[in-house]
């Protein structure tokens, strides 16, 4: 189990790597221009649970109805460090 930020946008293959290795039991987060993941399908990318950082998904000029995928607050993301030993960045 590993906590995976993302925080690359749709075109860099590093990023896309993150997600296509994470298994079901790692949390990935969306960050920075990371946020651009979620307009993709991306439960068909990989398969970990996503989730997307509220205040990088605002500063892009999204709301929180531009996705489907759960999103969290510093205080979540703070909450998932702690929760996992090994992290992916």
């Known amino acids: 189990m590993a906590l995976v930020m993302v925080k690359e946008g749709r075109g860099n293959i590093g990023a896309k790597m993150k997600l296509v290795v994470a298994r079901e039991d790692d949390d990935i987060v969306l960050i920075q221009d990371g946020v651009y993941w979620m307009l993709e399908q991306i439960q068909g990318v990989t398969k970990g649970r996503v989730s997307v950082l509220k205040e990088d998904l605002l500063a892009r000029g999204y709301t ?26």
């Open 64 to 89: 929180e109805d531009a996705t489907s995928l759960p999103i969290i607050d510093y205080g979540g993301l703070v909450e998932l460090i702690e929760k996992h030993e090994r992290f992916i960045g």
